[in-house]
């Protein structure tokens, strides 16, 4: 496996543990970050073996969100021409949006599992994952707006489609702080776990499960759902309609129908 300077990655059982690894930072998100998380989940989309993705953060917290390092050497680069700094500018925030897109794009369900703090731009990485569990001392926040901006790497963008237009709004014209309790009841996450023992154990559990479902149907179903983000309900039913004259002739299904009228448990190919 590569070795990483923002990242940790490991692959068992079908389940690949990517895990950003700055916890002296609050994982923070530094410059190899956004280059390397590209790397990473192109291997994962091209690595038949990995099945299903669970994201974590080393340490106490998920992730403290951009480095602010990384922002003040984006800020040095900047001279005196405005429309030369709007071209640079505009090319970074592009760079770091296809750094998430390539989460999002991911043919495998991706699961976050939340710690700590998640503020800023992690909040921009959880909103680009399939779903999202935390332990009670995780804390939320779109941190933007008291930095004197909009969020500009796919909060504003993904999270309306997650937890409501109007709780998107207030929570990002406010920036205030989001508890464990109230990110469950509004959607942001699926489950709240007592500690990190109890998340990590929780996540890879459910990661274990989705793990040995066919491949080729949870592909399928997770591009199902996602295309059906920005179509109405007639385009995607043509969609899945052509999807599935070429996937119902897969082995998985006659694999897991003869599994399933032996009582038995089906184990699919990669």
Known sequence: MTDYQAFTVALEAGIAHVQINRPAKANAMNAPFWSEIVEIFQWIDDTDAVRVVVLSGAGKHFSAGIDLALLASVASELG????????????KILQMQASFNAVDSCRKPVLAAIQGYCVGGAIDLVAACDMRYCSEDAQFCIKEIDMGMAADVGTLQRLPRIIGDGVLRELAYTGRTVSASEALRIGLVNCTYDNLQALHDGVFAIAAQIAAKSPLAVAGTKRMISYMRDHRIDDGLEYIATWNAAMLQSHD?????????SAQTPVFDD
Request: glycine share 10%.
């Open 80 to 91: 005196k021409d405005v429309g030369r700094n709007a071209r640079l500018l505009r090319g």
């Open 253 to 261: 299904l006659r694999l897991a129908m003869a599994a399933s009228m």
